[in-house]
Each structure stands twice: as structure tokens, then as C-alpha cells.
């Protein structure tokens, strides 16, 4: 039972564009969520979250959206830089510290 | 603030042998998080300490335990390792929840 999934196990885009990477949420308990990005052999790096009382979160070239009706999110990353090349994880949680975790994006910046 | 630490960073162990990982998480942060990375499962939450106590457990054998010491240490053990038991094993730690900071990692490798 795959409660959180990332359905883009890729994503390509040009440096200085928009990146978009999505997940949704199957369980409606859920009332925290993150993004964390990885790259091969490391411990993921916190990027942003948010809490289920809000619809947007930003900091820098990041922003999250939470579209709770749908139990959908996104992380839209502007202007996207070669070094945002990494995998992107998106997770969930519900009181307490219990992450679920979708299978990740895997982001290439081109130059 | 020093970010949490793992040792060892890899291990190598033949099946039936026991392991124990080490969690230092940053300082002031009193719940600690094990997981686990395998290429087919992905990331999945072992359990959760807060306070010396486990707080939260996923749905591993009996044969992953874990424990917490008073100054928020965490060691966690693998006892008669299986070929599967091969992963990358991350720790993580917050203050009481909600946003949780990883370590870099155990890789552990079972023959």
C-alpha cells in the first residue's frame, strides 16, 4: 500500500527554467509534509515542508503547494540550477515522527 | 551545530552474523529515526526513539531493535543478518518531531 508516490521517476529540464516535481498522498492523516533531496550514498538534505493548514510555502527558489482536496503537492524549484541534479523525495507524516516516503524523482539540470 | 553523525560510514558482514550502527543526532534534538534504503523498497522507517523510549515501530522482524541512551545517542542492531538486510541504514533526528535532519549513512554490505 503506497501511500505517498512520485508517478515521474524523471525529470529534465533546461538551467534557469521552472522545475515541477509532484506527489500524492493517498492517507488524509497525514498533516506534515517535506522534500528532501539526495544524491547516491548520502543521507537526504532537508529542503522545505509544510504543514497541512497551509497551501504554499516558500524559501528561495523553492516553493511548495499543497492541494489538500486532491492530496496532491508539488516542489517548484525557479530558477533551476545544474547543481539541483539530484534525487527528490517527497514525505509525509502524521503526528509524531514516522516519515513516509514516496520513490523519489530523479532531477537533471541540463546547462 | 554539528549535523547528525553515523558510524561506522560502511560495513561489511557475512549472513548469520549481528550488526550495531551508531547515531549521534545534533545536539538538543531528543527523537531519533532509523531507516532503511534499498533500491526495490526505498526509504522505510525502521523506528523511533524519544527520551530512551521507542516511540514508534515499523513493520520490520524482530530481529532490527534499536535503543536509546540519556544523552539522545541511538544505536541500532541487526542480529543473524540476511543477504536482504544489505541497505543503506540512515539516521535522523529532530527536536520532537515534524522536520527530520539526516546523517549521511551506514552502507551496510552482507555476503
Known amino acids: 500500500d503506497q501511500q505517498v508516490k512520485q508517478n515521474s521517476p524523471s525529470l529534465s529540464v533546461q538551467e534557469g527554467r521552472i522545475s515541477i516535481l509532484n506527489c500524492d498522498y493517498t492517507n488524509s492523516m497525514f498533516d506534515y509534509f517535506l522534500w528532501y533531496k539526495k544524491y547516491p550514498a548520502e543521507g537526504p538534505t532537508f529542503l522545505i515542508s509544510?504543514?497541512?493548514?497551509?497551501d504554499k510555502n516558500e524559501d528561495g527558489r523553492f516553493t511548495v503547494f499543497l492541494n489538500k482536496s486532491a492530496k496532491h503537492l508539488s516542489l517548484h524549484i525557479v530558477p533551476s540550477q545544474p547543481g539541483d541534479s539530484a534525487v527528490y523525495f517527497c514525505?509525509?507524516?502524521?503526528?509524531?515522527?514516522?516519515?513516509?516516503f514516496g520513490e523519489g524523482t530523479q532531477l537533471t539540470v541540463n546547462p | 551545530k554539528a549535523g547528525v553523525t553515523q558510524t561506522p560510514r560502511y560495513l561489511i558482514k557475512t549472513r548469520g552474523q549481528q550488526v550495531t550502527l551508531s547515531c549521534s543526532p545534533i545536539?538538543?534534538?531528543?527523537?531519533v529515526s532509523w531507516y532503511q534504503q534499498t533500491p526495490g523498497q526505498g526509504l522505510q522507517f525502521l523506528f523511533e526513539?524519544?527520551?530512551?523510549?521507542?516511540?514508534n515501530k515499523g513493520n520490520f522482524p524482530g530481529r532490527f531493535s534499536g535503543r536509546q541512551f540519556s544523552n539522545s545517542r541511538s544505536e541500532m542492531n541487526v542480529s543473524t543478518l540476511e543477504l536482504g538486510d544489505s541497505a543503506l541504514y540512515l539516521c535522523a533526528s529532530s527536536f520532537a518531531g515534524e522536520t527530520q535532519y539526516f546523517g549521511p549513512g551506514t552502507r551496510l554490505l552482507v555476503l
Open positions: 514525505a509525509a507524516e502524521t503526528s509524531g515522527s514516522r516519515l513516509t
Open positions: 526513539y524519544f527520551s530512551e523510549t521507542q516511540r
Open positions: 509544510i504543514s497541512s493548514i497551509k
Open positions: 545536539s538538543g534534538h531528543r527523537s
